[in-house]
């Protein structure tokens, strides 16, 4: 299925398609896979492993083909990367609802999702790919940084400078790390097996060296941290290997993590594997490749353990790196917790997440306007103020200009109807389109991740994902997504997303008002009815309305 055809979003104000609501679809499918955006885009891969946009060029086609035909009282449905339906709704109803990746409980594993793929029936949308909002390693970058501050502020007195972390991966999620290390003033050292990978993220400004080998990363990483400098080094080898042979070398790392794709067994190269062979040894012997991963991840988390037990800051960065190493045999691979459970969830419980938008202009200038309007609302809370600056300097575009900061509950519709007043005053050149990644305070269930370690237990609870994606169905959003397997893998995750559009119009309006409020507030509802007191006292404060509380 690998075709050798650029794929690049139409920018302008002009419509190609019969309205703005379709038209922001068909241009976010488009930029998904741009190659400055996407992995892999002659096999449609996003990002994250085999996270795909669309199930193969074909349907690509007729998707693309639909949307540009589509009226405001019509939705596509999409199943799996392949279009199979055009239904009448209203103009109210999301233009496409989609279902990615979903297996019956008792089949959802790899091996079944393999062999149905293999019969060309499903697709991997990982969470932003299937869902077209992803918008480049930026999305990522905002979240990455905002989990490396919890940990500065949780550890080192607010900041990362004199610190050393050790991550690996590269990819189109990992490579935020030295970016988002640096931001925070901190020192990384980064393990990436495909030179491919390490030499885009310094072409891109995320990485600022690659070593020529082990001892030369060693010996920057250790002067930088000396000197108080915010330094990124990447190095190339195989974080099985590195990470306990910088244990064994006794290297001083004050923070552990990693970013490689262990979600899906297939995506993580096993030790004295060539990344030549890679692609061809796990197609030819799944199951051999598979176990062979495994135990290298087991080697992989006893280091990183090994760390732990130096007494390092080690957390898991929601890959299922842990669940694989337990598989390959190594029993403590749960010694350290999840970055959620870690950092996260107190922003959660105010329906805090990663909230993004998209110029479909594709003219920066159009978003430092919203990144002047975002300040004007929200520049009160000082770690927004100071990420929306970096990023306005340090963060290059990929496809589409796009920007992400986290808002929560009471915030996220206010700065939905400020875009739309901009559009409609002609402020902004184009309609702006408004989503989210699936890693958002309501909208998921994934118990090594999202929800690992519920206050109530709740942490396989998948009803809340299945009540997100109806809601904002119900209320108004553009598309609505509906995905199994993201971040973590098959059997592990459920979870959904929306997008809605900012046209200027005074329907985008209500649309925006409502989604935009009940998006997030499925966050707030999910953490107060699993017991968290903040959860509770933002629902109070924000006027939040939860049945059977306090009465
Ligand atoms: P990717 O496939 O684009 O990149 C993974 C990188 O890991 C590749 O560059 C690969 O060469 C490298 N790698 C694989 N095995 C290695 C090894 N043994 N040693 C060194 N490098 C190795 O994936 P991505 O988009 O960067 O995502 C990384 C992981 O993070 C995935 O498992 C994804 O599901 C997960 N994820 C996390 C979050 C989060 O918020 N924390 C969000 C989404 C996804």
Redesign the pocket.
Known sequence: MTESRTVRAARGSTLTARNWQSEAALRMLHNNLDPEVA?RPEDLVV???T?KAARDWASFDAISGHLTELEDDETLLVQSGKPVGLLRTHEWAPRVLIANANLVPDWASWEEFRRLEALGLTMYG??TAGSWIYIGTQG?LQ??YETFAAVADKRFGGSLAGTLTLT????????AQPLAVTMNGGVALV????AA?ARRRLDTGYLDRLATDLDDAVRRVDQARRARQALSVGVL????EVVPELLRRGVEVDIVTD??????PL?????GVD?AEWAGYARAKPEEFTERARE?MAA?VAGMVGFLDGGAEVFD????LRGEARLGGFERAFAYPG?VPAYLRPLFCEGKGPFRWVALSGDPADIAATDRAVLELFGDQPGLARWIAMAGERVAFQGLPARICWLGYGERHRAGLRFNEMIASGELSAPVAIGR?H?DCGSVASPY?ETECMADGSDAIADWPLLNALVNSASGASWVSLHHG????MGRSIHAGQVCVADGSELAARKLERVLSNDPGMGVIRHCDAGYERAERTAAERDVRIPMRGD
């Open positions: 992995e990002y994250g492993g996270g990982q969470m990522i979240g990455t690996a991966g590269l990819g189109g999620m990992g490579g393990v990436e097996c495909d990978r080898g195989n974080a099985a970013q490689t794709s262990a979600h899906d995506a993580y190269l096993p030790a990344v290298s992989h960065y929601g890959n299922s970055f990644d890693l991740r993201g971040g973590v893998g």
